[in-house]
């Protein structure tokens, strides 16, 4: 029964794909590829444009890019260059630590999940910086949740890894 189950998961569900073999870059794409279809989620007659769209919470998670043309638009996203699921299965992004006392942004790298990063404060990888790691200004352009903005560098938690 459970290799009947399986053959038939593999074989017939809507979230199995046959995987291209001969070309690295499309097992790849494969492999990091995010569905909101089949059992359990949602069907493409009744998605809306609000599911659609790119949200604010998908930066660094997912590409807003590499979605197919058509009926799975926006259905069909893959995994941004630097994110990772979780062992929750939650997608974390990686950003670079900011040290608030000194004002140093760190070799440090925390992975954090969309709920997450909402508390942070995250300036922009082409920020420019010192060679001791300080900001060069004294304002640079961030992110608080939805909103890009010019901030104070004493506020700034985390810097994004890569501008990619």
């Given at each position: 029964?459970?290799?009947?189950?399986?053959?038939?998961?593999?074989?017939?569900?809507?979230?199995?794909?046959?995987?291209?073999?001969?070309?690295?870059?499309?097992?790849?794409?494969?492999?990091?590829?995010?569905?909101?279809?089949?059992?359990?989620?949602?069907?493409?007659?009744?998605?809306?444009?609000?599911?659609?769209?790119?949200?604010?919470?998908?930066?660094?998670?997912m590409c807003p890019i590499e979605t197919p043309e058509g009926p799975n638009i926006g259905l069909i996203n893959s995994l941004s260059s630097y994110a990772k699921?979780?062992?929750?299965?939650?997608?974390?992004?990686?950003?670079?630590?900011?040290?608030?006392?000194?004002?140093?942004?760190?070799?440090?790298?925390?992975?954090?999940?969309?709920?997450?990063?909402?508390?942070?404060?995250?300036?922009?990888?082409?920020?420019?910086?010192?060679?001791?790691?300080?900001?060069?200004?004294?304002?640079?352009?961030?992110?608080?949740?939805?909103?890009?903005?010019?901030?104070?560098?004493?506020?700034?938690?985390?810097?994004?890894?890569?501008?990619?």
């Amino acid at each position: 029964p459970v290799v009947a189950s399986i053959k038939e998961f593999f074989g017939s569900s809507q979230l199995s794909q046959f995987m291209d073999q001969t070309n690295p870059l499309g097992e790849l794409t494969y492999k990091r590829r995010l569905s909101a279809l089949g059992p359990g989620g949602l069907t493409r007659d009744r998605a809306g444009y609000e599911v659609r769209d790119v949200h604010y919470s998908h930066y660094g998670r997912m590409c807003p890019i590499e979605t197919p043309e058509g009926p799975n638009i926006g259905l069909i996203n893959s995994l941004s260059s630097y994110a990772k699921v979780n062992k929750f299965g939650f997608i974390e992004t990686p950003y670079r630590r900011v040290d608030r006392e000194t004002g140093r942004v760190t070799d440090q790298i925390d992975y954090l999940t969309a709920d997450i990063e909402d508390h942070y404060i995250v300036a922009q990888a082409n920020s420019p910086l010192n060679e001791d790691g300080t900001f060069a200004q004294d304002v640079v352009m961030a992110r608080a949740q939805s909103e890009n903005l010019e901030v104070s560098i004493d506020k700034v938690d985390y810097m994004d890894v890569s501008p990619k």
